[in-house]
């Protein structure tokens, strides 16, 4: 009898020392709660950009955030706090000025929260395109524009200062028309010239560039529209050259004996072309033979009182959408 008391005491022991032990483990269990890596940072856009909207979700496959407690601080400010406060929206600051967002997140039924740390810092970058063969007459203020088959230059700058002195320390990712172009990428790649398609009314060029260290990440994209080549007439003048500052346009008045009418292809390929481009030159729909410098045709009014129209065509002979024409009405 005596060993069976000390049975069912040993019973009762145990029993009571479970009755301890296993809330303890549940604890310890919810005290652990989720870590870290548990929550997924998402930004939309991907990177930010100086003075843009950005949104910031929170996800998590191993606990349910729309039941947790969310509290959202930048320094001591409360920006928002509630259940199920897994995204925030705001505007960006300036390039290089950080924004940095502690979200205190709390589970249901969990006696520990976990702080999470996100920094925005918005980096700016600038693409500048070019075109490399299209045609500018001297003293023409604008860019040449890009006409079907022309060549475009494209340079990625990256506006920050925490690249300091190592700027050059960038790896450039190139796009076009969202196909990544791994021949023209790399390492210290800021350029990216290619010819365009005969077949688009536009190129869209988007580059993404990163430092080696890290503290740089910017990516941008740009459009650049395909015209269509134009000829302007201009006269030029014995004594001052050519008047590029009077164009004519569709109709002119010739006063003098003689007028020398200098055609400018604007945006034509001309850059190492000039072998491959004909000028067919005609007077009142007669044919006139290709001047000796062949933009240039000069004219003698044989009487006073009537008009002459003048018709020119330009053509690459190996390119096929590199063909431009024009008529100019001239007064006598």
Partial sequence: MLHGEKFIVLLLGLFFLSFFILPTH????LDAGIVDSDV?????????????????????????????????????????????????????????????????????????????????????????????DGYTPPFYKGKSFVSSEGTIKAVAIPNSSTLGSSKGRVTYTWKADNNTNLAVSGYGKDAYVF????????????????????????QNNVRVPIVDPKIVFYKRSPTEGVLYNNALVDEASITEDEATIVAAPYFLVT??????????????????????????????????????????????????????QAQLKLDL
């Fill in 40 to 132: 997924n940072v998402d930004l939309f856009p991907e990177n930010a950009q100086p003075y843009s909207d950005m949104t910031i979700t929170l996800s998590s496959y191993a606990a349910d955030l729309n039941k947790a407690l969310i509290v959202w601080k930048n320094g001591k400010n409360t920006l928002q706090s509630g259940y199920g406060k897994t995204s925030y929206s705001f505007k960006t600051l300036a390039p290089d000025q950080a924004i940095t967002f502690k979200v205190t997140i709390t589970i249901a039924d969990a006696n520990a929260s976990l702080t999470k740390t996100i920094t925005i810092n918005p980096q700016e970058l600038d693409i500048l395109w070019e075109s490399v």
């Fill in 195 to 218: 010819k365009n398609s005969n077949l688009n009314t536009s190129e869209n060029i988007s580059v993404s560039a990163s430092s080696i260290d890290g503290n740089y990440d910017a």
């Fill in 26 to 29: 549940r604890i310890q269990a």
């Fill in 271 to 324: 850059k190492g072309q000039d072998l491959n481009l004909t000028y067919s030159w005609q007077t009142n729909g007669q044919d006139v033979k290709t001047p000796d410098i062949k933009n240039e045709l000069t004219v003698h009014p044989t009487s006073r009182g009537g008009y002459a129209t003048i018709d020119l065509v330009i053509e690459n002979t190996v390119m096929l959408f590199q063909k431009v």
